[in-house]
């Protein structure tokens, strides 16, 4: 029941503050860095909403993988334990940045594969979504590896308070805004729940 539990860190109710302190912290280091970072963060949440509408709305999934949706919550955690461990070592010695940044990629890997799965999603979904924001996270690092990133102690801080702060608040993802919003564009009667293929698998199960 704990994996179940930590499983939550991974949403939005903790996920969105951390890419917002992340911003702050590039924003007052290196505006290129920010932009650079608005435009991962933009990309990676469409790519996992894209995946949520069009199963939800249409149906849509790759049965061949056993996958119906990739999982924010392993994606969240991925992309922002990452960048986040990289940035924090990076202020205290540059030469640690990238054995942060394969830290993050342990610790997400873990996080996915026994907190994600199976509680929020099937492995595979968890894998998948953990995939894309190791990719995201790594490339972000990359494009920024040149620039002079120096963020204040205070504000790292602040920032990591403020994190906190929002760990100990009610737990609250976006599945119902993206069920409505799936339901509306594809004009169907309901959001898709579960795929075809585990729905049967499930009913041979209890026969």
């Given amino acids: 029941m704990m994996r179940a539990e930590l499983a939550q860190y991974g949403g939005i109710t903790v996920m969105i503050p951390a890419a917002i302190i992340i911003a702050v912290w590039l924003r007052y280091s290196n505006p290129w860095a920010l932009r650079t970072w608005v435009v991962t963060v933009g990309l990676t949440y469409s790519i996992v909403a894209l995946s949520k509408l069009l199963f939800k709305g249409w149906g849509v999934a ?68 953990a995939v894309l924001g190791m990719v995201a996270a790594l490339g972000f690092l990359w494009r920024i590896e040149s620039e002079q990133v120096k963020v204040p102690p205070a504000f790292i801080g602040a920032g990591l308070v403020a994190l906190l702060a929002c760990a100990l608040m009610p737990k609250y993802n976006a599945e119902l805004l993206l069920n409505r919003v799936a339901v509306s564009l594809s004009g169907a009667e309901q959001a898709h729940q579960e795929p075809f293929w585990r729905l049967g698998a499930a009913h041979r199960k209890t026969e």
């Fill in 62 to 129: 790759f049965q061949h993988m056993d996958i119906a949706v990739l999982s924010g919550h392993a994606m969240n955690t991925c992309l922002m334990l990452i960048v986040g461990l990289s940035l924090i070592a990076r202020q205290f010695n540059p030469a640690l940045r990238w054995p942060a940044a394969l830290t993050g990629v342990l610790l997400g890997g873990v996080f996915s594969a026994y907190c994600v799965a199976p509680y929020i999603h099937p492995l595979n979904e968890a894998l998948a979504g």
